[in-house]
């Protein structure tokens, strides 16, 4: 019996190692990242420090700032679109007598939009934003992340509505409400689970694009923060300080935003996926 629990001690106390080295590998880069952006220019260079000596905030600069306004109002402003459009087209299939074949033939459609590698359509995209005038400018951007994102929402959005029983939107038809009264007061507060899950996800995807904004956008004034950041590595030097900054405000977003919307996001994912017998 002695030998039994200093095995399993043994076992316990290797385990709880495991987990402490694990964790430390895990953290410790984020907290450097953080530390490094915290320091000023002079003391980044004259000595490594675990703790920044003058903590400063020098970093989170005007520049930083101006691309992630860029960034918020482009994904926000592409989740508002994706979703919008995602409703009207998958509302219709769904919840409507429409032919089979209309509704497999949009579908496939949404699909085979989602298979076009964006290196593929970037030059075309481009002569076409030149030729309207768009270039460098946010609108451009959120045009072509709503419809690379707008397959996603499609298909996620079709398997949520699809679920509500379509009883309760007659039920309010038949009670006196037109269709637009019991689509917003009845299917939208039903939906709130996996409209809040395909925007959080729709977010994150545009968040992190890198190539589009890339071609697309060429001052400040236009460019997100994926991009923005790539400029603070020059031919003379890299700017570590601003970088680590940079890495802080990247993390933080989509971070925040998945905390915040957890509980829709789990009930949005798993939708459906229990059914009762």
Wanted: proline share 6%.
């Amino acid at each position: 019996m002695r030998s039994r629990s200093a095995a399993i001690w043994l076992r316990l106390i290797l385990i709880i190692a495991g987990l402490g080295v694990a964790a430390f590998i895990y953290a410790f880069p984020l907290y450097w990242l953080v530390a490094t952006s915290l320091k000023g220019k002079a003391e980044l260079y004259q000595s490594i420090t675990l703790i920044p000596q003058h903590p400063t905030l020098a970093s989170y600069g005007s520049v930083l700032w101006v691309l992630l306004k860029n960034s918020v109002i482009v994904c926000a402003a592409t989740v508002v679109v994706t979703l919008a459009v995602g409703l009207l087209i998958t509302y219709p299939i769904t919840r409507l007598p429409v032919p089979p074949q209309l509704r497999v033939g949009v579908l496939n459609w949404a699909l085979s939009l989602r298979f076009l590698p964006p290196i593929a359509v970037v030059i075309p995209y481009f002569a076409i934003v030149r030729t309207l005038q768009l270039y460098d400018q946010p609108i451009a951007l959120i045009g072509i992340y709503s419809l690379f994102n707008l397959p996603f929402s499609i298909w996620m959005l079709k398997g949520f509505l699809a679920e509500i029983p379509l009883e309760l939107e007659e039920a309010a038809l038949v009670d006196g409400a037109n269709r637009w009264t019991s689509f917003r007061r009845v299917l939208l507060p039903l939906a709130t689970p996996g409209l809040m899950a395909a925007a959080t996800i729709v977010f994150t995807f545009a968040w992190s694009e890198f190539l589009f904004a890339l071609i697309l956008t060429a001052t400040p004034n236009a460019q997100t923060f994926p991009v923005g950041v790539q400029g603070l590595v020059t031919q003379f030097e890299i700017i570590w300080n601003d970088m680590a900054a940079a890495g802080v405000i990247a993390m933080s977003v989509p971070l925040v935003l998945m905390v915040v919307a957890r509980k829709y996001l789990v009930a949005g994912l798993t939708f459906g996926v229990i059914r009762e017998k």
